[in-house]
């Protein structure tokens, strides 16, 4: 029988980190979910994802500590082996305009969404490069791309994603790891649901497609970005955002 293939996500307990975990679980990847929050329901994520006859393993950790990081990583390899794919999806917001911004707001954005993407890949390569085969995945956006009032932190972190991807896609590229950022426009998960629905509504507006994207539509560019489909594709930044930007 062919060898299970294993696929680490940051923050897939929800939003499109958990719809990435169903669509690779779907596939038969075995999945190992990262969380942080204490309120995250293990047994009941764990109980959905194996119903497709996968394992799955949660483990908590703070994607901006090293030490962590460095546990949930060793966790994983102890569990299964080996690490396929990588999902960089934890991130947060802390949207405010510039004059206001704290010092605080600024560095907590940057210290989860980029750093963590960092030392969560750093961790990860390790095992790739022994197999000389993977593929990571990271979450950027398109505001990393066209920036956005309010956004400064969040753009920055995003920014820096993408700059990031493209590094680590020409260093690990003869290693036969591959390296793609994913850019969502507005999706709909918690981190949209806080938006008064009139400026929802002015969204939707802006979206040549007309709606918000689902966590689906991008989980799925995500699965496809894992598979040996896109075995010539490194490198690239992909939107995924209703035709926002062009
Ligand atoms: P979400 O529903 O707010 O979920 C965020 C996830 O990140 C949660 O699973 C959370 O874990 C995790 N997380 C936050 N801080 C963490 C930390 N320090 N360590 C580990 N995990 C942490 O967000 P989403 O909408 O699914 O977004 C997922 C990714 O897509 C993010 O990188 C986001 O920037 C990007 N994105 C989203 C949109 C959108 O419109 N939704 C657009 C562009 C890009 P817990 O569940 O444990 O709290």
């Known amino acids: 029988m062919e060898e299970k293939k294993v696929v680490l996500i940051t923050g897939g307990a929800r939003g499109i980190g958990r719809k990435v975990a169903e669509v690779y679980a779907k596939n038969g990847y075995d999945v190992v979910i990262n969380y942080v929050s204490d309120k995250t329901d293990v047994e009941g994520i764990k109980k959905e994802i194996e119903k497709r006859g996968v394992k799955c393993t949660l483990v908590k950790a703070d994607v901006s500590k090293a030490e962590e990081v460095e546990k949930m990583v060793e966790q994983a390899i102890q569990e299964f082996g080996k690490i396929d794919v990588l999902v960089n999806n934890a991130g947060i917001t802390r949207d405010c305009l510039l004059m206001r911004m704290s010092e605080e707001d600024f560095d907590k954005v ?28 990271n979450l950027a956006s398109v505001v990393g791309v066209v920036g956005n ?15 990031f991807t493209k590094s680590v896609a020409k260093e690990l590229a003869a290693r036969n790891i591959r390296a793609n950022a994913v850019a969502p426009g507005f999706i709909e998960t918690d981190m949209t649901n806080v938006l008064k629905d009139e400026i929802k509504e002015n969204i939707n507006e802006q979206i040549p497609l007309k709606r918000m994207g689902t ?24 939107n995924v955002d209703g035709g926002m930007v062009m």
């Open 110 to 137: 940057i210290e989860i969404n980029l750093k963590g993407t960092y030392l969560v890949t750093k961790q990860v390569i390790k095992y790739m490069m022994k197999k000389r085969q993977g593929s990571i995945i």
């Open 149 to 163: 009032a309010g956004q400064c932190n969040y753009s920055a972190s995003k920014a820096g994603i993408i700059g």
């Open 215 to 238: 966590a689906k539509e991008v989980a799925e560019l995500i699965y496809f970005l894992g598979s040996e489909k896109s075995s010539y594709i490194t490198g690239q930044v992909i």
